[in-house]
C-alpha cells in the first residue's frame, strides 16, 4: 500500500463525516471541533535489535476529549504512518458513540512488521513505547486506555500493564490502563472472541432485517448465506468461527497474505485455522482451489463479504468486480469512500466498520470497568440466582407433582459466570445499535448508506456530550 494510498483514509473518513453532518442540524463550529484530532503525538525511540540500534517511528493519537479516558487499539505494521493513525483515532470516537460506550477515540500505531523480530525484541519495542506514553501522560486507566489491534495480542497488552505496574505501581486502579489483557492478568473472559462475535451479531440483524433483505433480495436469516473472509487474524478468524457454529453460514472462500482459495461445498472453519497453523499457509487446503491472484477474493460470488484485514482494500480499482450483497466492514475502512459510491450504484449493502468492528471496544468497556471495581462479574450474585431459581423449580415440582430432568434443570437453574455476562451485554450492545442506525437509515430517504446512519447517529450523540459538558451552549 503506498503512502498516497494510506493518504487518503483519512481523508475517507472526513469525506464521509462531511457527507452524514449534512443531514444534521449541529452548529458549523461543533462540527469542526468534533472533526478535528485533539492530540498527535509521534515519537522515535532506539531499540536494540540484535548487534545494532533501531529508531521506531511510533504514533498515539487522542482524537476527542469530549469523554474521558479516550480509547483504542494500538497497531503494530510497516505501513502505519500519522495519516491512518488519525484516520483509526477519528473511527473510534464515532464507534464508541454508537455503541455507547463513554469514551474518546484514540489509536496508537509503532512502525514496525511484527514478523520482522523476535518476540524479545518486540517484547522491547512494546515496553519502550509504553515508556513514552507514560511520560508524556498519554496512557492511564482515566485518560487513554490502549488494546490490541492489528499486529497486537494479549501478549502485547501484558507488556503493556507490566510496564504501566512497574512505574505506577500506587496506582490503585492501575490494572485498567490497558484492555485486552490475558484472562489471568487483569483481562476479562470473551475479550478474544468480542470484536468477531460483535461481527456475527451485526450481520445476524441485518439478515433479520426486512427492509435490507428487500433491497438485496435475500432470504430472512444468515443460515445457509456464503461468506468469504479476508484476513485469518483475530477478527476473521472469530468472525468465521461464530457466524459458522452459531449462524450456519456457509464459508466458501478465504484469503490470506499468501493467496485466495474457494471452496463450493463449504469450507470448515476450524480445520482452516488449524491447517494454516501447520502448515504456514492456507493453500493446499483439502477440497480447495487456489484463485490466480490473491486479489480475486473481491469478485467471488457471495452473499456476504467480509474484508477483515487493514484498510483500503476495496478501491475505485476493483469496487465493480464486487459480486456480494453485503459487505461487513469488519476491518476498519477496508471500503474507501469513492469505491463505496460504485458499491451503493450497484445496490450493495455495506455494513459499516465503525458500528459492525465495535465488539472489540464493548468488551474492551467491560473490562476496564471490571478493572475498576476489582471484581469479577458474577461473583456477587451466581450462587444467589442459581439458589433462587432452584428454590422456583422445587416449588414448580411440589405444586406440579411433577419432577424435572436433570438437564433441563440444569439450564433452568444455572446462573451467570462472566463470560455468560460478558455475551450477553455485547448482544444487547450490537442489537440497540443496530436498530438505531437502522431506523435513522430506513426513515430518512435521503440518506443513502448505513455508514451514513451510523454517522448521523454518532455525531447527534457525540455533539450531545460536548453541550452536556458546557463546551458549546
Ligand atoms: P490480526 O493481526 O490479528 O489479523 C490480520 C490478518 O490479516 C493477519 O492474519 C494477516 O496475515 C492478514 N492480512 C494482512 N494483509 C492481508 C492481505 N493483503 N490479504 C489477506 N490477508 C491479509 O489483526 P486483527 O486484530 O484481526 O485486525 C484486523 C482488522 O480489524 C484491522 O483493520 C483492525 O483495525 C480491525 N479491528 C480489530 C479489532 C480487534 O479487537 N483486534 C477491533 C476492531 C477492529
Known sequence: MSSSKQARFFESVQRNFDRAAAHTNIHPGLLAQIKVCNAVYQMNFPVKIGDTYQVIEAYRVQHSH?????????????????????????????????VDVPFGGA??????????????????????????????????????????????????????????????????????????????????????????????????????????????????????????????????????????????????????????????????????????????????????????????????????????????VITIENAHLVRAKVIGEAANGPVTANAEEVLLKNGVVILPDMYLNAGGVTVSYFEWLKNLSHMRFGRMDKRFNQNTYGNIVSTVEQLTGKTIGEKEKTILTKGADEIDLVRSGLEETMVNAYQNIATIYHSNPKIVSMRDAAFVSALEKVANDYMTLGVFP
Open 107 to 312: 489509536k496508537g500505531g509503532v512502525k514496525v512488521s511484527p514478523r520482522a523480530y523476535t518476540a524479545e525484541e518486540l517484547e522491547r519495542i512494546t515496553r519502550r513505547y509504553t515508556v513514552e506514553l507514560i511520560r508524556k501522560n498519554f496512557i492511564g486507566p482515566s485518560l487513554d486506555v490502549p488494546a490490541p489491534d492489528y499486529g497486537t495480542g494479549e501478549r502485547e497488552m501484558a507488556w503493556i500493564l507490566d510496564t504501566y505496574q512497574t512505574f505506577k505501581g500506587g496506582e490503585i486502579d492501575a490494572a485498567g490502563c490497558v484492555t485486552g489483557k490475558p484472562v489471568n492478568q487483569s483481562g476479562i473472559r470473551g475479550r478474544t472472541e468480542a470484536t468477531g462475535r460483535g461481527v456475527f451479531y451485526g450481520l445476524r440483524e441485518a439478515f433479520n432485517d426486512e427492509k435490507i433483505l428487500k433491497k438485496i433480495g435475500c432470504t430472512k436469516g444468515l443460515a445457509g448465506k456464503t461468506m468469504v473472509i479476508q484476513g485469518m487474524g483475530n477478527v476473521g478468524s472469530y468472525a468465521g468461527l461464530i457466524s459458522q457454529k452459531e449462524g450456519d453460514v456457509k464459508i466458501i472462500g478465504l484469503s490470506e497474505l499468501e493467496g485466495t482459495i474457494v471452496k463450493e461445498d463449504g469450507i470448515d472453519m476450524e480445520a482452516a485455522l488449524a491447517y494454516r497453523k501447520e502448515h504456514g499457509t492456507i493453500l493446499g487446503f483439502p477440497g480447495s482451489t487456489t484463485l490466480p491472484d490473491r486479489g480475486d477474493w473481491v469478485s467471488i460470488e457471495c452473499d456476504i463479504l467480509l474484508p477483515a484485514a487493514l484498510e483500503s
Open 66 to 98: 469530549h469523554r474521558l479516558p479516550t480509547k483504542g487499539g494500538i497497531r503494530f505494521s510497516h505501513l502505519v504512518d500519522q495519516d491512518e493513525v488519525m484516520a483509526l483515532a477519528a473511527l473510534m470516537t464515532y464507534k464508541c458513540a454508537i
